[in-house]
């Protein structure tokens, strides 16, 4: 503790997917507890952390108050989570699936898509945590479409999906359209989504989006559709709160990411083809919320239940 704020040390590999998933986490945390949030770059070196974790030093923190917490996401950071934890103490908490033993850390928090294993340290998630939340004003008319590319899990044809993007467009034809790509969306895909803007339709790529535009776009949209392959992509827009649908994207196998989408429209939580709704749509997502009031709970020392305000 630093007087009455929890100190925190999040452990960065400089990887903006991993730093999303903290961000999450410290988002639900600070709507419960005053946070001192410490950012500490971590070198790729496992060799180097490990030694560190077995001399009970961690000399990137030097001059750092002692932590509460430690949290990392990312294979990089596992080893230097580890250091951390021994030199200074605090809880750790690993938000993927380790490499490294289970057990070792105080606690694991993994997307039920992922298959953890039962185990008093680890917190299933629905998906990966993220730092999205509604606006407290949705835009009723505006409707977003998310694109990603080809992946390890998934093929692409970008005439397919611009001709979904054309069907959902005609059947929605009152709302403000934005859509938007990534880094991996293919060369050709481009071009495609600037020959879909008219009045109503507006295409921004990826490279012009400012940070942080993304999050609070899916703050406010009222309906959003993402392509099948963009799984994280998926649970932020859920964590939007708006009506969210899935674009279909050929799979290269059938596997654990490759049946997300099926098992979330199973569960009535997402449209997929000429929906207009999804059956059972859940409130909006706060995965980060529930697993930082869990880890409150868990940990009294943290200042949650039985514990300091």
Known sequence: MSGTHLVVWQLSDGKRGHERQVEGLLAGLARQRALDVHRIAVARTFVGHAANALARRFPAADGLPDPALVIAAGSACQAALLAA?????????????????????????????????????????????????????????????????????????????????????????????????????????????????????????????????????????????????????????????????????????????????????ARGWIMRGEEDAPASPPSALDEGGRVAALLLQRWPELGGAGGAP
């Open 85 to 265: 934890r021994r030199a200074r103490g605090g809880r750790s908490v690993y938000l993927m699936r380790p490499a490294l033993p289970w057990r070792w850390f105080d606690a694991v928090v993994v997307p039920r898509h992922d298959d953890p294993p039962a185990a008093p340290n680890v917190i299933q998630s629905e998906g990966a945590l993220n730092p999205v939340r509604p606006a407290a004003q949705r835009a009723a008319e505006l409707g977003l479409v998310l694109l990603g590319g080809p992946s390890t899990h998934h093929a692409w044809d970008s005439a397919a999906i611009v001709q979904q993007i054309e069907r959902r467009l005609a059947r929605a034809p009152r709302r403000d359209w934005v859509v938007t790509d990534s880094r991996r969306s293919p060369p050709e895909l481009a071009a495609a989504l600037r020959g879909l803007e008219r009045d109503g339709v507006r295409y921004v790529p990826a490279a012009e989006c400012a940070p942080g535009w993304l999050p609070g776009e899916l703050g406010r949209a009222a309906e959003v559709w993402v392509s099948a392959d963009s799984v994280a992509m998926i649970y932020e827009a859920l964590s939007g709160g708006g009506l969210v649908g899935v674009l279909d994207v050929p799979s290269k196998r059938r596997d654990r990411i490759t049946r997300i989408a099926q098992a979330l429209h």
